[in-house]
């Protein structure tokens, strides 16, 4: 199973440039309506400075490689210019996780590789527990695929790796 970006990155980062350029020009649109800003022009300028550094950040990231496939060998990971391969022989366990700080009512989403310590891997964990080393490879919120489709791949092609989903 091969898991993709869904489109809304895609749109993030468009909206954001849009949002900058109306903040940017809005001291004259407010005064085309015979308006200004009580606080003055420079909070439009401020923010249009905060939506063009976000709104370029979320084109980078929506225009970078990204790719995870579930299959009888393992998990490989694309991430950037980097792919990153996980064997079944070397993965201890798989899991789909809540995002760190979420609210009790969220789901978990974030599809998680463990490894032991003794692998070492092109890029840094992302959680390193006593003996293991964490990789979260995607977030099944961001991905097109469904997360029960994941899953399934999941259970089996990772057997018992692969316990359950933690609450």
């Not at 990971?77 to 022989?89: C, K, L, M, Q, R």
């Not at 293991?132 to 791949?153: I, M, N, S």
């Amino acid at each position: 199973m091969d898991l993709h970006r869904n489109w809304k990155p895609y749109v993030r980062g468009p909206a954001l440039l849009v949002l900058a350029l109306v903040m940017a020009f809005s001291p004259e649109i407010l005064a085309a309506f015979g308006r200004e800003f009580v606080l003055g022009d420079w909070v439009g300028y401020l923010l249009a400075l905060l939506g063009v550094v976000g709104g370029i950040g979320a084109v980078r990231e929506s225009r970078r490689a990204f790719a995870v496939r579930v299959d009888e060998q393992g998990i490989t990971w694309v991430n950037g210019p980097t792919t990153v391969g996980f064997p079944w022989a070397e993965v201890t366990r798989v899991s789909v996780e809540k995002k760190p700080n979420s609210g009790r009512f969220n789901r978990p989403s974030l599809l998680t590789v463990w490894t032991t310590d003794a692998v070492e891997r092109a890029l840094p964990p992302t959680v390193q527990l006593t003996g293991l080393r964490g990789y979260q490879v995607a977030d099944l919120h961001t991905v097109k695929e469904p997360a029960d489709q994941v899953v399934a791949a999941l259970r089996q092609y990772g057997g018992d790796r692969y316990p359950a989903t933690v609450n």
